[in-house]
């Protein structure tokens, strides 16, 4: 027995390596050791049933016991599960026919062939373990602010590590367009998603999910952490422009104020962090009139009518204010439906000079149809509404070249001359 102590005890010695590596605690080890050996054991005889593996952290050595019937010398039929009287004898002169005899076994003695397999399958089950804890880890970690060094960068994803040498992925679709990492370049994003399926761990990171921004003003701002101030709602174009919408629980402090911090400070912090990204902050209402109004900010409205059943709203402005409700490439307004989920329609108070202005397609035999389309995607669909705006934010609003807005202005101002 000390032989084959001695023996086992070198063999797991050499296993050392994955506790190590792995960091496993000892009551896993030993069940990950104990069912390493039955794998083994069970694809050599095709049972593990008869056998009792001790693993004796103490000691640092592992006992394997196998129980056999005892049988007559010419009736054993399966060596594994059957012994002959003679050589039962040898382990316990007093067993007879019928009666289970058990031995020790050394492990070792099966060949090398065994000793490899375990090794494999013991690496397998502790990977399958580690996977798992950092599952369970991460899976508790889903909104939460992680920090990873770039690792690999590929032309869909990149790679990150994080303190730990997990795994973590960066996937093109949830970087800010701007990003740009070299290797070793540390990143800051929000867990979105955990996977293990078919036993392959996924930890997906994101930059452009509206919870990173609001973690990002929890970490800047105080009395967001402290739970003061609320971030109600939030609706980004990530790397372009957001609206944040925030609400105040003690009525001595500024929520807006509060976010954007001493010129800027805080706010300034934020939108370094997503690539120069605009934020409006703005106070949150449950009155939706009132809301929408704030959330097409900066422009000023004169009047609005909602539609609560249909989710939509009409908001009239003066000629001037409709560029500023728009924004350019129409983002403001586009927020502001984000923000507040309604429809919003621009339209403008054209007053006294309604009945001489002439809707947009009357023009269609001078203008082409997709210039028009292009004027009534932005909200200018008469031709008041687009001389009411200047040459310079005309260029900026529609993206169209010089030419083709100076025909448009020139032949719009025919008609009036």
Not at 124 to 136: A, D, G, N, T
Not at 246 to 253: G, Y
Not at 289 to 314: G, H, M, Q, T, Y
Not at 340 to 365: A, C, H, N, P
Request: net charge negative; aromatic share 6%.
């Amino acid at each position: 027995m000390a032989k084959d102590s001695t023996k086992s005890l070198n063999m797991i010695e050499t296993f050392s390596e994955f506790k190590d590596l792995k960091n496993i605690d000892q009551s896993t080890m030993i069940s990950v050791l104990e069912e390493s050996f039955r794998s083994v054991i069970a694809k050599m005889f095709g049972t593990d049933e008869n056998f009792t593996v001790v693993i004796n952290p103490g000691k640092g050595d592992c006992e394997i016991w196998r129980d056999r019937v005892v049988v007559a010398d010419d009736a054993v039929e399966d060596p594994n599960l059957q012994i002959g009287i003679t050589n039962a004898k040898k382990i316990d002169e007093e067993c007879e026919v019928g009666e289970d005899v058990t031995d020790a076994v050394d492990f070792l003695s099966f060949g090398r062939r065994a000793v490899l397999n375990l090794r494999q399958t013991l690496y397998s089950k502790i990977l399958e373990l580690q996977k798992e804890s950092v599952y369970e880890k991460y899976k508790d970690m889903i909104g939460e602010v992680v920090y990873g060094e770039v690792y690999q960068i590929w032309k869909k994803e990149i790679l990150l590590l994080d303190a730990q040498n997990n795994e973590l992925l960066l996937p093109k679709t949830e970087q800010i367009p701007s990003d740009f990492y070299r290797k070793g370049d540390t990143v800051k994003a929000v867990v979105v998603r955990v996977d293990n399926q078919n036993n392959t761990l996924k930890i997906i990171v994101s930059r452009t999910a509206p919870v990173f921004l609001q973690r990002l003003f929890e970490l800047e701002v105080p009395e967001v952490q402290e739970g003061i101030i609320t971030i109600k709602k939030i609706a980004r174009i990530p790397g372009e422009r957001a609206k944040v919408a925030v609400e105040s629980f003690d009525d001595r402090i500024d929520p807006v104020g509060s976010c954007v911090g001493v010129k800027g400070s805080r706010i300034h912090s934020i939108v370094r962090e997503l690539r120069n990204e605009n934020i409006d902050v703005i106070n949150y209402t449950s009155n939706i009139s009132l809301f929408i109004s704030r959330a097409l900010s900066p422009a000023k409205i004169l009047s609005i009518k909602v539609d609560e059943v249909n989710k939509r709203a009409e908001v009239s402005l003066k000629p001037e204010e409709v560029s500023l409700a728009i924004g350019k490439g129409g983002l403001n307004i586009k927020l502001a439906s984000m923000l507040t989920e309604y429809t919003i329609e621009v339209f403008r108070d054209i007053q006294e000079d309604k009945e001489e202005d002439i809707y947009l397609d009357e023009f269609s035999d001078e203008i082409e149809q997709w210039v028009i389309d292009v004027f009534k995607g932005l909200g200018y669909d008469t031709a008041k509404s687009v001389l009411a705006v200047s040459r310079e934010e005309l260029l900026k609003a529609t993206d169209l070249e010089e030419e083709t807005i100076d025909q448009v202005l020139s032949v719009l101002k025919s008609e009036f001359a």
